[in-house]
């Protein structure tokens, strides 16, 4: 009987030898019916000495392929199979080979990669790993929870082919696949850094040389500047070309020696928009760099370590600019000054994200942004005031119509909030716009009913702060209210306002443009004497004198005295510590404490003999005229008429009706307290006490009166917390009770 067991054994020998070699003569790419993939030598053969490499040389499955490998189905392809490398590599089977000769596990699993190496390799890791590397291959290669080693060995294959081997039609669907990996398991910041950086490399390669890549803050640190970058910036600056400001941007945005801060980052479209506005006024012809002596050389290497691959082919004559400093210096600080300026804006973004393109927001974007052809909310109003404002350089409206234009609340009764005005304030500083009356700058809060005298302020803030500015406020607002004290106010008067407000020394043009729209807005609302008296009581006696002065001037201006205006002239001579009697006697003698006698009938002059100085007494010198100043008055006094009149223009014109724009109401750092008086309070939190002249450096730098500041922060204490938060009787500082409750109340 043993010779049939050996006919049969040879039987079975050849038999199943047939069924062998279709399989290994099965090209891998081949689209055909699943295959399974197994060695070509048993492993208990012994191999002959001196032998050529016996096994499957690797090759590549397609995409779209299927293998069967130790018994699992792995659909999509995109992986090596075989036994050893392809002729002429190493010895060393690369990383991502897939050997089917190898065991492996049926039963034991290896998900979270423990017992792989930090490089691993297919043919060096355990059974068990295998095992779940080919269940994963064939799960879709998608499990959000399987060990990051795992994805690498995928990885290993995916760069091999693409670099090493340079299969261009393979090109998009690998770049693809790489794509889709990095969205799985991007949060693995190895891989994340292997992947954008194959990633990179590749679309050099896709690149074309002349196009500009896209300028956005990296997505991870750089360690060196992206290839297109470098290829792009060098092939400008090896033909001469200056670079423009997006050119500029993406240098900075593009360098290792650049950390860029979270405003940059958060906000990069309007750093972008702003930079492009102070690149274009600063390098009005862009920048010229001399291109350096090296040569681009850019290689790519492998996440696996096996191998390293030149890319820098279409660019070998290219100068390799990513180790010069100096552009990157020369623009350090252009890109630190628009960073800072959108820190106010970028914390507001960070805190309601809601808020982008309100014009809550808009409201704290440099003023630069208006210039800039990016979107911007406050557009839409300052189109609507620029076009009622074309020709003449003021305008009124009611200040409701202001606010609801805005989307600011409008108060049905009662005063309107400091925080409302001051937000108001800020939107119209945006645009250019000066408006009367504004607190901030110490004048009585408009009231709901009343009218807002709108100007144009390029100049900036004033100091209000000022003596001569002070004084002639003053001034301004005692002949404003003694013009309207009988209910109606004519030309006459209004001409001593002009001439009062020209006749105060020391104001600029844009303290002098301030306070005709102060006067007008005075003399178009509601006349309030109390507020005004009582700040008047407390004036020295010379300065009390001259308001006496000016106010009977302004009465006495249309030749006539009504009854209102002889009431009102005796409350304001009360509240200047004046007898009621001076009231009188100035009204009669035209002009308040003047002690000349009142004329009884004209002087007239008679001829004779010249009467000769006393002895003694020197005979003055005619004094020398300064006509170099006295033409800077008149051209300065003629520049103001000009922007005079336009103020006090006629009572028909009509009204500004800006176009509605729906905002959002946002929350600040303080509830109900606007950013401005926020950030002056946060300064406050952060930095302790403070002196005066600190503190009112802060409140300027934040385009605030100081004394303002307090009251409006104190305000919102009362509402808040019941009393004061703000201590200025000497230093200024948070009551230190309220240190705790107040930084509750701060919103990061």
């Known amino acids: 009987m043993w010779w049939l067991l050996i006919i049969a054994g040879v039987a079975l020998f050849f038999f199943f030898n047939g069924r062998k070699k279709p399989a290994a003569s099965q090209n891998l790419s081949s689209a ?121 060995l995928y990885f290993y294959g995916l760069e091999y082919r693409l670099f090493f081997e340079q299969a261009d039609a393979e090109f998009n669907e690998i770049l693809a696949e790489v794509k889709r990996l990095l969205s799985i398991y991007g949060g693995n910041n190895s891989f994340r850094s292997y992947a954008e950086r194959l990633l990179e490399a590749a679309g050099f390669l896709a690149t074309k040389l002349d196009q500009r890549p896209p300028v956005e803050p990296p997505r991870s640190s750089l360690f060196e500047m992206p290839y297109d970058v470098r ?50 006024k600063r390098f009005p012809n862009g920048i010229k760099v001399k291109p350096p002596k090296k040569k681009l050389s850019l290689d790519y290497r492998a996440a ?17 600019i990513g180790a010069l400093t100096a552009p990157v210096n020369k623009l350090n600080g252009l890109l630190a000054e628009c960073t800072s300026e959108l820190d106010v804006y970028s914390r507001l973004i960070g805190r309601s994200p809601e808020a982008k393109g309100t014009i809550d927001a808009a409201a704290l974007l440099p003023a630069d942004l208006m210039d800039a052809p990016s979107a911007n909310p406050l557009k839409e109003i300052a189109s609507a005031i620029a076009a009622r404002l074309s020709e003449k350089k003021s305008g009124w409206m009611p200040v409701k119509s202001l606010l609801e234009s805005i989307e600011l609340e409008v108060p049905t009764t009662g005063k309107i909030p400091a925080a409302t005005l001051n937000k108001l304030g800020a939107v119209l500083d945006k645009l250019g716009l000066g408006f009367e009356p504004d607190r901030r700058l110490g004048s009585m809060p408009p009231a709901p009913d009343d009218i807002i005298v709108l100007f144009e302020a390029k100049g900036g803030v004033i100091d209000a702060d000022s003596d001569p500015y002070r004084a002639a406020k003053t001034v301004t607002e005692i002949c404003a209210l003694a013009a309207g004290a009988d209910g109606e106010i004519a030309q006459e008067e209004i001409e001593h306002i002009k001439s009062e407000i020209l006749s105060v020394p020391g104001l600029s043009v844009d303290e002098r443009q301030r306070l005709f729209a102060y006067a007008k807005a005075l003399c178009r609302n509601a006349p309030r004497h109390q507020p005004i008296l009582r700040k008047l009581s407390k004036a020295d006696e010379t300065t009390r ?18 009854a209102a205006e002889v009431k009102y002239i005796e409350q304001l001579f009360r509240s200047l510590g004046f007898p009621a009697e001076d009231a009188y006697a100035s009204l009669h003698r035209g002009a308040a404490g003047s002690d000349e006698p009142i004329a009884v009938r004209p002087a007239t002059p008679e001829s004779g003999a010249r009467v000769p100085p006393p002895p003694g007494m020197a005979i003055e010198k005619p004094t020398a005229i300064d006509r170099q100043k006295i033409e800077r008055i008149t051209k300065e006094t003629a520049q103001v008429a000009g922007l005079l009149s336009e103020i006090f223009a006629s009572e028909d014109e009509e009204i500004i009706q800006p176009r509605s724009r729906a905002a959002d109401n946002i929350s600040l750092r303080f509830e109900g307290l606007d950013s401005q008086h926020g950030e002056l309070l946060s300064f406050l939190l952060e930095k302790g006490e403070q002196s005066r002249l600190t503190f009112e450096s802060e409140a300027r730098r934040l385009q605030l009166l100081p004394d303002g500041a307090i009251e409006t922060i104190n305000e919102w204490g009362f509402d808040v917390v019941g009393e004061p938060v703000l201590d200025a009787a000497d230093n200024i500082c948070i009551v230190s009770d309220l240190v705790e409750e107040i930084q509750t109340l701060e919103k990061r």
């Open 32 to 152: 055909a019916a699943p295959r399974t993939v197994t060695p070509t030598q048993s492993k208990g053969a012994t191999p002959p000495r001196k032998q050529a490499p016996k096994g499957r040389p690797m090759e590549w499955v397609p995409k779209g392929d299927t293998v069967i490998i130790q018994g699992v189905r792995i659909d999509g392809g995109m992986i090596y199979v075989g036994e050893r490398n392809r002729p002429g590599d190493s010895d060393r089977p690369q990383n991502a080979l897939v050997n089917p000769s190898l065991s492996a596990s049926g039963t034991a699993r290896d998900p979270g990669g423990d017992s792989m190496p930090y490089w691993p390799s297919y043919s060096e890791i355990e059974p068990r790993a295998r095992r779940t590397y080919l269940e994963w291959l064939a799960s879709g290669r998608n499990d959000p929870e399987i060990g990051i080693g795992y994805v690498f």
């Open 231 to 280: 290829a792009y910036l060098g092939r400008k600056i090896l033909d001469g070309e200056n670079l423009d400001a997006d050119d500029a941007l993406l240098w900075m945005v593009s360098s290792p020696a650049v950390q860029l801060r979270t405003p940059a980052i958060r906000c990069f479209d309007e750093l972008r928009a702003l930079w492009n506005v102070r690149f274009g």
């Open 304 to 320: 696996s370590g096996r191998f390293n691959a030149s890319i820098s082919g279409k660019g070998d004559d290219l100068p390799d």
């Open 545 to 562: 004198k001259t308001i006496a002065r000016s106010a009977v001037d302004a009465v006495l201006a249309d030749g006539r005295v009504e």
